[in-house]
């Protein structure tokens, strides 16, 4: 979704960092092309966004990096009553819906879940917040019946298979053969932990990408990488009945 919405201001998906935040969108539906920014001085504009950002350390300096972005962004001059901005808005609205459905979902997910032992060792991992928890304990059951992790990745379709057709032996990749669903949670929690303050996933990630930081190939098999961790980790924190602890498995 977030792709899509800075479509007038490019430079500001960087600023994006959490699909937890109504404030990017907020933000956006109140600029949406830099140009609103830029007519402003920048203390105006500090005045004028203050209360938009939320609650955010360092506030000033973000929107001061705000600003001086929106001065050189590529982005064109839209005007604010044109069919295009109104179109943008739209979005904007699909947006901050689906973050409310999704704030509704997890208030109920806490209430129903809140005092399981295993949801509570689940939302210890980082990535892991309530509606990912609900997500693996409906398709994966009590995970203490795979006696060993790689029972688990198999069942998730984490599981490694080579490709083979007669004497010819391919390039190996995920098996893909288990369940969806936990394979795509799997996928997202690892993609939130890796942004999340210091913790495992994260120096793995950060180790797995540093001879390319922007080879588009190999970060997809860093995040590929990560998400088998949190199979392991998910699986290793439920069978010892130990909340998570960064860099224990070092």
């Known amino acids: 979704m977030h792709e899509r919405v800075p479509l007038y201001f490019p430079e ?30 920048k203390d105006a504009f500090t005045a004028d966004a203050w209360d938009v950002v939320g609650r955010k350390v360092a506030k000033e300096r973000l929107l001061a990096d705000i600003y001086e972005t929106a001065k ?31 704030n509704q979902i997890e208030d109920r997910s806490v209430a129903l879940l809140k005092d399981l032992p295993d949801y509570q060792l689940l939302t ?37 298979a080579t490709i083979q057709s007669g004497t010819f032996r391919g390039q190996t990749k995920l098996s893909k053969y288990g369940n969806a669903r936990l394979r795509r949670t799997l996928w997202m929690a690892g993609q939130v932990a890796i942004l ?49 602890r960064p860099f224990f498995e070092g």
């Open 72 to 102: 050189v962004s590529v982005g064109l001059p839209v005007a604010p009553d044109s069919d295009a901005i109104s179109m943008f808005r739209l979005v904007l609205g699909e947006g901050r819906s689906l973050i409310a459905q999704r």
């Open 124 to 160: 210890s991992i980082p990535g892991i917040g309530p509606i990912n928890a609900l997500t693996i304990l409906a398709e994966a059951g009590d995970l203490r019946r795979f006696r060993h992790h790689r029972q688990f990745l198999k069942f998730c379709g984490m599981d490694l």
């Open 12 to 41: 500001a998906d960087r600023f994006h960092r959490s699909s937890r935040s109504d404030w990017f969108f907020t933000f956006l539906d109140r600029y949406p092309s830099p140009h609103f920014i830029s007519a402003m001085t």
């Open 196 to 244: 999340q303050r210091t913790n495992s996933f994260r120096d793995k990630f950060e180790r797995y990408i540093a001879k390319d930081r922007h080879n588009t190939h190999l970060r997809r098999k860093a995040y590929t990488a990560i998400a088998a961790k949190m199979a392991r980790t998910i699986h290793g924190i439920i069978k010892h009945g130990e909340p998570y």
